[in-house]
């Protein structure tokens, strides 16, 4: 009798355990469904890249400041808050940008027309991008026979009634010495001069 019960117990069980493993193949296969999607993102501006190429200048620390309330605009070596908000930390850079590279044998070349051009002045007070909100810009070069930059003049004034500005110009085998300038003010006596300048040749303008 005791062999009898023992034998359906074990019948029993195996029956539970085919019952379960059927119920959890059941219950297993919606996981497949849950796969991620394999359709490519559409991708944002930010992911396209338009070509071109760059020139940068940076050049050194400014050396001589507004210092005074002439309207024609001293300049002193020492800097004084009350006449300049620019420091001997302050100097200036630039960046041109093009669809493509500079030609070779550029002289005195105006570049606005370039397609491409962007002018990004910085004098570590104020940024000043051409083309953009600005009252005028001017951008000429000069190049060698590589197409490198050996000569430049350029500038963007940012409001013509504050008269604010940044500018940098070189090409010492023409005369024209190396010259930095940052004017937050020049136009006194309602806005009178506030600037610095640097009269020491920079690094660039190169790719």
């Known amino acids: 009798m005791g062999v009898v019960y023992c034998r359906g117990l074990v019948r029993r069980t195996a ?28 991708p944002t501006p930010t992911q396209t890249r338009v070509p ?4 940068h200048y940076v050049g ?17 070596p020492s800097v004084d808050p009350a ?20 030609p070779a044998n550029l002289n005195d070349q105006d570049l606005r027309n370039f397609a491409g051009f962007t002018l990004i002045l910085n004098d570590r007070h104020q940024t000043l991008i051409a083309p953009g909100d600005i009252a005028s810009v001017g951008a000429v070069v000069w190049t060698d026979a590589t197409g490198q930059i050996i000569g430049w003049s350029v500038s963007i004034q940012g409001d013509s009634t504050v008269n ?4 940098t110009r070189s090409y010492p085998a023409l ?5 930095d300038l940052g004017l937050l003010a020049g136009q006194p006596p309602q806005f009178p001069y506030n600037y610095a300048t640097s009269v020491s ?4 303008p190169k790719p």
């Open 52 to 55: 071109g190429v760059s020139y």
């Open 175 to 179: 005369g024209i010495s190396p010259d």
């Open 201 to 204: 040749p920079g690094r660039g």
């Open 164 to 167: 604010n500005q940044v500018s």
């Open 15 to 42: 029956l539970l355990f085919a019952l379960f493993w059927a119920v959890g193949l059941l219950t297993a296969r919606p996981a497949a469904a849950q796969t991620a999607p394999t359709s490519t993102p559409t």
């Open 83 to 102: 006449y300049t908000s620019y420091t001997t930390s302050d100097f200036l850079s630039a960046t041109l940008t093009f669809d493509s590279p500079l």
């Open 60 to 76: 050194n620390q400014f050396q001589q400041f507004s210092c005074g309330p002439d309207t024609s605009g001293p300049s002193c």
